[in-house]
C-alpha cells in the first residue's frame, strides 16, 4: 500500500509540475509572426479612392536597450491606417501580447481637424489572454496647435481595447479566416480655440477614431476597420462657427484587406 500511495502522489507531483512549467514559461497561444523577411500586403478601400500597401518585418532595433522588430512599408509610403501606425516603428511580441513603440502620427489624412504626433514606448495594442472590453494601454496628454491660423489647445486619449474572439471570421471582402481576435485603437478628443477673442469649445469631447483590427493566429492583421469622425460643438454661435474654416461635422471609413503574405 505504502508503494501504490507513493506512486500516486508521485504521479500527481510531477503533473502539477509539468503544469507549472508550461505557464513559468509562458508559451504563446497566439503565434504573432514578426520574423525579418515577413510581409503582408493590404488593399485599402474608401469611400472615395482605393490603394495598396506593403507592410514588412525589416531588422531588429534597440528602443531604450529594449530589442524590437523594426517594421517598415514599401517605398515609405503608407495610406491604411494599420501600415502607418506601424511604418518606422518598433514591435515586440511578449507572450500573448504585442508591443509597440515610436512615433504614431495621425494627420488630416484622416479627416480630422488637427494632427496629432505621439511618442509610445511599450503601448499594448494587442493581448489574446483578456477578456473583451478590457482597455490594454493608454496615453494622454494635451497639445497647442495652429491650424488654418486658429491656435487649439487639444487634450487627447489614446487607448488600446481588446476585442472578441471568432472560432470563424469572415471579413467584408468574403475572405475567411479562423483562430481570430479583434482589437480597438480608440482616439478620444476635445479641443478649445480662440474666434474673435471668444474662447470656445470647437469640439467637446468624443471619439474622433476608432479603429479595429483584426489579428489571425500564425498570419497577423488580416483586416483593418478605422472610422474617423467630429461634430463641431453646436452650441457655438452660428456667427462664430462660419469663420471657422474646417466642416462642421465629418466622417471618413477605411478599410484595409489582407491581400498576399509570407510568414515563418
Not at 493590404?42 to 529594449?66: C, G, P
Request: contains cysteine; aromatic residues 10%.
Amino acid at each position: 500500500m505504502k508503494k501504490i500511495l507513493f506512486l500516486i502522489l508521485s504521479s500527481l507531483f510531477f503533473s502539477c509540475s509539468s503544469d507549472e512549467t508550461v505557464e513559468d514559461n509562458n508559451y504563446p497561444l497566439f503565434e504573432i509572426p514578426l520574423v525579418d523577411g515577413n510581409y503582408w500586403t493590404y488593399d485599402i478601400e474608401t469611400e472615395t479612392n482605393t490603394s495598396r500597401d506593403s507592410l514588412y518585418v525589416a531588422n531588429d532595433t534597440l528602443i531604450n536597450s529594449i530589442l524590437h522588430k523594426k517594421m517598415k512599408v514599401k517605398n515609405n509610403i503608407a495610406t491604411g491606417f494599420y501600415s502607418n501606425s506601424l511604418k518606422n516603428n518598433g514591435l515586440r511580441v511578449s507572450g500573448n501580447k504585442l508591443l509597440l513603440s515610436g512615433d504614431l502620427s495621425l494627420s488630416a489624412g484622416q479627416t480630422l481637424p488637427f494632427s496629432l504626433d505621439l511618442e509610445l514606448f511599450e503601448f499594448i495594442v494587442f493581448n489574446a489572454d483578456v477578456n473583451s472590453g478590457e482597455t490594454l494601454s493608454t496615453k494622454s496628454g494635451t497639445i497647442q496647435e495652429t491650424v488654418n491660423g486658429y491656435p487649439l489647445t487639444i487634450n487627447y486619449t489614446l487607448k488600446s481595447v481588446s476585442g472578441n474572439t471568432f472560432e470563424n471570421y469572415t471579413a467584408p471582402n468574403n475572405d475567411t479566416y479562423s483562430n481570430v481576435k479583434s482589437n480597438k485603437i480608440i482616439l478620444t478628443a476635445r479641443i478649445e480655440t480662440s474666434v474673435s477673442g471668444f474662447s470656445v469649445f470647437l469640439l467637446n469631447e468624443q471619439d474622433v477614431m476608432v479603429s479595429e483590427q483584426f489579428i489571425a493566429k500564425n498570419i497577423g492583421v488580416v483586416h483593418t476597420n478605422t472610422v474617423t469622425t467630429y461634430t463641431l460643438n453646436p452650441s457655438i454661435p452660428a456667427q462664430l462657427l462660419n469663420q471657422i474654416p474646417f466642416p462642421n461635422n465629418q466622417t471618413q471609413t477605411q478599410s484595409e484587406f489582407l491581400d498576399t503574405y509570407q510568414v515563418n
